[in-house]
């Protein structure tokens, strides 16, 4: 691929604009040290837009987002419209329809950056949740029975298929071996109780891990996992999972890694167009208040970079944030890192050449 990238960016909804201010301006600045270069096209989806013309994203909008090296999106989700319409309209109708079946959440601490977890450092939590992301309980798949009735049932189906697991399973065996450190993949699920799901997951699990005989390979319940990454986050180098499980691990992931300010994620199409964000959402009570942490939207546009193969202009930036995080700032929380969202960016710019 040549090193000119073409890049779409969706502000989106909430704090989402303001964090991709700042995730734009380290893109700038690390454009000049690593020596690549990029457009922009900026799109105006999210709430403002369906409000205004009852639509949220096209079939063939979503098509135009294929013609781009990688998406940029910063929030999705306002109080003024019913929860799931942007979400479903917007969130998942890119993950699903551009096929992004990876969702990959670093759970990492940085230095001075404190957690919950008491007598934990960065040397203890430092993990990688590589989540289904295109099917499990996400597909909408279900119905109701003799709804509005007392005897009312709900149905709500877990897709799993063999190729679409094993797809998955496969990206997280490649992950961890390339990441390199210990080399460890645990398979996160419920075998005791999703006796269908799991019972596809483990097998697809087995026999794919035949072929990687340098991984060492493990499985935990997901209730163990939850508990786990509180007391022992150490134990994890790689955790692969589905959807739903993925869902709820990373906002646990998030909190001990420091909070929802730090926490990016990649959704990955291997071979296709991949979009990054940060996975805290839209923020309504600090909306263009310059508040907000927006570490997070930079780690995710580190990833953007990392997953268009600039691997040097990754690490710098998160260098820089590591010295950031590390010497200024006094919490990732908004409102109280001493500095706002602007300087933070400048702040993470102006320590690029540290890297
Ligand atoms: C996330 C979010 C989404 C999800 C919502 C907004 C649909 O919680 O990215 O984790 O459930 O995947
Ligand atoms: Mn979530």
Same mark, same amino acid.
């Given at each position: 691929?040549?090193?000119?990238?073409?890049?779409?960016?969706?502000?989106?909804?909430?704090?989402?604009?303001?964090?991709?201010?700042?995730?734009?301006?380290?893109?700038?600045?690390?454009?000049?040290?690593?020596?690549? *270069?990029?457009?922009?096209? $900026?799109?105006?989806?999210?709430?403002?837009?369906?409000?205004?013309?009852?639509?949220?994203?096209? /079939?063939? =909008?979503?098509?135009?987002?294929?013609?781009?090296? =990688?998406?940029?999106?910063?929030?999705?989700?306002?109080?003024?419209?019913?929860?799931?319409?942007?979400?479903?309209?917007?969130?998942?109708?890119?993950?699903?329809?551009? @096929? @992004?079946?990876?969702?990959?959440?670093?759970?990492?601490?940085?230095?001075?950056?404190?957690?919950?977890?008491?007598?934990?450092?960065?040397? /203890?939590?430092?993990?990688?949740?590589?989540?289904?992301?295109?099917?499990?309980?996400?597909?909408?798949?279900g119905k109701f029975i003799k709804?509005?009735?007392?005897?009312?049932?709900?149905?709500?189906?877990?897709?799993?298929?063999?190729?679409?697991?094993?797809?998955?399973?496969?990206?997280?065996?490649?992950?961890?071996?390339?990441?390199?450190?210990? *080399?460890?993949?645990?398979?996160?699920?419920?075998?005791?109780? +999703?006796?269908?799901?799991?019972? +596809?997951?483990?097998?697809?699990?087995?026999?794919?891990?035949?072929?990687?005989?340098?991984?060492?390979? /493990?499985?935990?319940?997901?209730?163990?996992?939850?508990?786990?990454?509180?007391?022992?986050?150490?134990?994890?180098?790689?955790?692969?999972t589905d959807n739903m499980f993925?869902?709820?691990?990373? /906002?646990?992931?998030?909190?001990? @890694?420091?909070?929802?300010?730090?926490?990016?994620?990649?959704?990955?199409?291997? @071979?296709?167009?991949?979009?990054?964000?940060?996975?805290?959402?839209? =923020?309504?009570?600090?909306?263009?208040k310059n508040l907000i942490n927006?570490?997070?939207?930079?780690?995710?546009?580190?990833?953007?970079?990392?997953?268009?193969?600039? $691997?040097?202009?990754?690490?710098?930036? $998160? *260098?820089?944030?590591?010295?950031?995080?590390?010497?200024?700032?006094?919490?990732?929380? =908004?409102?109280?890192?001493?500095?706002?969202?602007?300087?933070?960016?400048?702040?993470?710019?102006?320590?690029?050449?540290?890297?």
């Amino acid at each position: 691929m040549s090193r000119n990238y073409k890049i779409a960016v969706v502000p989106g909804d909430g704090t989402g604009p303001e964090v991709v201010r700042e995730g734009l301006k380290v893109l700038k600045a690390v454009s000049e040290i690593s020596g690549f *270069k990029y457009t922009l096209k $900026e799109f105006d989806y999210g709430a403002e837009r369906y409000l205004k013309t009852n639509k949220v994203l096209s /079939d063939s =909008a979503l098509a135009e987002f294929k013609k781009f090296d =990688a998406i940029y999106l910063g929030a999705v989700g306002d109080p003024r419209v019913k929860p799931g319409i942007l979400e479903q309209g917007l969130l998942l109708k890119m993950r699903f329809g551009l @096929q @992004q079946y990876i969702n990959l959440r670093p759970v990492k601490l940085y230095p001075g950056v404190w957690t919950p977890l008491r007598d934990k450092g960065p040397e /203890d939590i430092d993990f990688v949740v590589v989540r289904e992301n295109n099917e499990g309980l996400y597909v909408g798949e279900g119905k109701f029975i003799k709804k509005g009735t007392k005897n009312e049932v709900a149905l709500q189906v877990s897709r799993n298929s063999r190729s679409g697991v094993e797809r998955c399973i496969r990206y997280a065996f490649e992950f961890t071996r390339k990441r390199n450190k210990r *080399k460890k993949l645990t398979l996160c699920g419920k075998t005791n109780v +999703l006796t269908y799901a799991w019972d +596809l997951w483990e097998r697809t699990f087995g026999e794919v891990a035949k072929e990687y005989s340098d991984i060492t390979t /493990d499985y935990a319940h997901v209730d163990a996992t939850c508990m786990w990454m509180v007391k022992n986050p150490e134990w994890f180098d790689v955790i692969v999972t589905d959807n739903m499980f993925g869902d709820i691990i990373t /906002d646990l992931g998030a909190m001990i @890694q420091g909070g929802m300010g730090i926490a990016a994620g990649g959704n990955i199409n291997p @071979q296709g167009v991949s979009m990054f964000e940060p996975i805290g959402g839209s =923020a309504p009570k600090y909306t263009g208040k310059n508040l907000i942490n927006p570490l997070a939207a930079i780690c995710a546009l580190g990833m953007l970079l990392d997953e268009l193969g600039e $691997e040097e202009a990754a690490t710098t930036i $998160e *260098k820089s944030v590591m010295h950031v995080t590390a010497n200024k700032l006094k919490s990732l929380s =908004a409102g109280k890192m001493g500095y706002s969202t602007s300087e933070v960016g400048d702040l993470v710019a102006e320590n690029l050449s540290r890297g």
